[in-house]
């Protein structure tokens, strides 16, 4: 599951991420790994990246999904319910609730890892990808 943290440390060479990022995504391709994101992922993506690069690389991410092998998963009422569920379960947490859907998500799905620099991730049970562990 690819996470808005993965996607802005891939995009901005400024970020402190973006190398280990680059790797990451290398190796994700070398193995043919399949990428999986939400559609609230991209909603929340395309903010951030709007918001830190501008107007033109937001666009080009979108079109850039579009045309790659990443399959969006379209979020369900019931993936909805679930998120209110583990936040009202995590109230310790500061999980948003986008994290949460996410979350539910990867449960549904039975993924495993995240590709994130998210810290709520790992809280939840669900381990970042490294590059020394791909």
Request: charged share 20%; proline share 3%; glycine share 4%.
């Amino acid at each position: 599951m690819v996470d808005s943290s993965a996607y802005l440390a891939l995009l901005d060479e400024d970020d402190e991420h973006h190398t280990q990022a680059q790797a990451i995504l290398r190796q994700l391709a070398e193995q043919r790994y399949r990428q999986y994101t939400t559609s609230s992922m991209l909603i929340e993506c395309h903010a951030l990246i709007l918001s830190a690069l501008g107007i033109g690389p937001a666009f080009q991410f979108l079109q850039g999904i579009r045309a790659s092998n990443t399959v969006a998963i379209r979020i369900r009422q019931s993936d909805e319910e679930r998120a209110m569920q583990i936040l009202g379960q995590y109230s310790d947490k500061d999980f948003s609730f986008n994290d949460a859907i996410s979350f539910t998500v990867m449960e549904r799905l039975s993924i495993r890892s995240a590709f994130t620099f998210d810290r709520h991730f790992a809280q939840y049970g669900f381990p970042p990808l490294q590059p020394e562990r791909l």
